[in-house]
C-alpha cells in the first residue's frame, strides 16, 4: 500500500509530536508498522497495530476506524527521538518491509 | 538485550572486486535479511532468507548478489563484482518469524564504498 508522510516536523523538548500517515490503499490483512531510524543507525521498530490503537513503552498508535490512515504519538519528546518515522503497511506473512521516504523529526532542547 | 551485529563496519574495495558483508542476526531468529540504504535515499530491501534458502529477493538483488548461512550464527552478503552504484549502507535485519508481534530487528551496518 502507498504511503504519505510530511517530509518533516519539529517539536520541542517534552512536548507531544504526533506524526500522521496515510494509507488509502491499505487492504485488510495490512497491519500497520512504524519503524525510525536514528541518525547513521539502522531502522528500529517502534509500534504496530491492525484496527485497535496501541500503546508500549516507546509512542502510541491511534488508527483510524476506516483504516484509511494513523497517527503515532510521541508523548514527550526527548533529544533521543530526533529520527526519521516510517509507516509501513505490511501483511503478516510478507517478508520484507518496505520503506518510504518518512517523516524527519526535529526535537529542539 | 540480544542484538544484530556486522562487520565491517566500514569495507572499502575498488570496482570490479568482491565483498563478503557479514552478519551475526539474534540467536533464536529464524527469518534473515539484508536491505541497503544509498547516501541520502530510502532503505531499500534486498533479500530475504529462511529455512537456508531464499524467501523473497527484490529487483537489486541481481546474480550478483548471494547470501548464505555458512554456520549456525553467521548470516553473509556476498557481491561478486562490485560496481560504483552498490556504494551504500547495508543493514542485515533479523526476526523471530513474519506475523505481527515479530518485529525485524536491525544491524548497525556496514558502510561500503566503491572506488
Known amino acids: 500500500a502507498k504511503t504519505t508522510q510530511p517530509n518533516s516536523m519539529e517539536s520541542n523538548e517534552e512536548e507531544p509530536v504526533n506524526l500522521p500517515c496515510n494509507h488509502s490503499t491499505i487492504s485488510g490483512t495490512d497491519y500497520i508498522h512504524w519503524y525510525r531510524q536514528l541518525p547513521s543507525q539502522g531502522p528500529e521498530y517502534v509500534i504496530h497495530g491492525l484496527t485497535s490503537n496501541v500503546n508500549n513503552r516507546m509512542a502510541s498508535l491511534a488508527i483510524a476506524e476506516d483504516r484509511k490512515s494513523s497517527t503515532l504519538i510521541l508523548h514527550r519528546a526527548t533529544l533521543r527521538d530526533a529520527a526519521v518515522y516510517y509507516c509501513i503497511p505490511k501483511r503478516s506473512n510478507d517478508y520484507k518491509l518496505s520503506f518510504g521516504a518518512g517523516t524527519t523529526v526535529t526535537v529542539r532542547a | 538485550e540480544p542484538e544484530v551485529t556486522q562487520t565491517p563496519s566500514h569495507q572499502v574495495t575498488q570496482m570490479g572486486q568482491e565483498v563478503i558483508l557479514r552478519c551475526v542476526p539474534i540467536?533464536?531468529?529464524?527469518?534473515f535479511y539484508w536491505y541497503r540504504q544509498i547516501l541520502g535515499q530510502k532503505v531499500e530491501f534486498l533479500v530475504s532468507f529462511y529455512n537456508n534458502e531464499i524467501s523473497e529477493k527484490s529487483e537489486i538483488f541481481d546474480d550478483q548478489f548471494s547470501v548464505e548461512r555458512p554456520d549456525g550464527s553467521n548470516f553473509t552478503l556476498k557481491i561478486r563484482s562490485t560496481k560504483l552504484e552498490d556504494s551504500a549502507m547495508y543493514f542485515c535485519a533479523s526476526s523471530a518469524g513474519t506475523s505481527p508481534p515479530s518485529e525485524q530487528f536491525f544491524g548497525p551496518g556496514t558502510r561500503l564504498t566503491v572506488l
Open positions: 540467536s533464536n531468529h529464524l527469518y
